[in-house]
């Protein structure tokens, strides 16, 4: 008879904002880093998705610089991976509820979506020309101390 051999998983828990939160059922599987780095990676992703993908808040959140981010965005393509996909979603949640606010008829929502799908027809542009008397052009006149150049 042979004994099947069973991994036994670690448990990863951590309070961001009052939760408890297992790691395991969110990043640190995905994350390739060391176990130090990659339990602090997902910490921070989390706190990432609970601030709305603010970076500064999210890396105050886990006691962690602007600057540690994008080290490991640059050293680690499995935690770049991860925060661009954490992005997307906040984009999509985003354009949802614009799509939402225009089928409720909020004006504000209509006016951004036509101004940033149509900018051809529906954008605010204001053009200002300066010119001079009779519309000349404009007479600029400069002295010039010799001594100085």
């Known amino acids: 008879m042979t004994k099947k051999k069973t991994t036994k998983k670690t448990q990863a828990l951590a309070v961001i ?3 408890v939160v297992d790691l395991n059922k969110t990043f640190l599987t995905q994350l390739k880093a060391p176990g130090p780095v990659a339990r602090s990676q997902a910490l921070f992703l989390q706190a990432f998705i609970n601030n709305a993908c603010n970076i500064s808040m ?4 886990v006691n962690i610089t602007r600057q540690t981010y994008y080290d490991w965005r640059n050293t680690y393509p499995s935690f770049l991976a991860v925060a661009d996909e954490i992005f997307e979603a906040q984009i999509d949640l985003a354009e949802s509820a614009l799509k939402t606010n225009i089928s409720l008829g ?3 929502s209509i006016f951004f979506f036509l101004c940033n799908r149509r900018p051809d ?3 605010h542009i204001q053009k200002l020309e300066h010119t001079g008397p009779k519309g000349e052009p404009i007479k600029v006149y400069m002295n010039i101390d010799q001594e100085k150049v």
């Open 17 to 19: 904002e009052g939760e």
């Open 58 to 61: 999210a890396a105050r959140k």
């Open 121 to 123: 027809r529906w954008a």
């Open 106 to 108: 909020r004006e504000a």
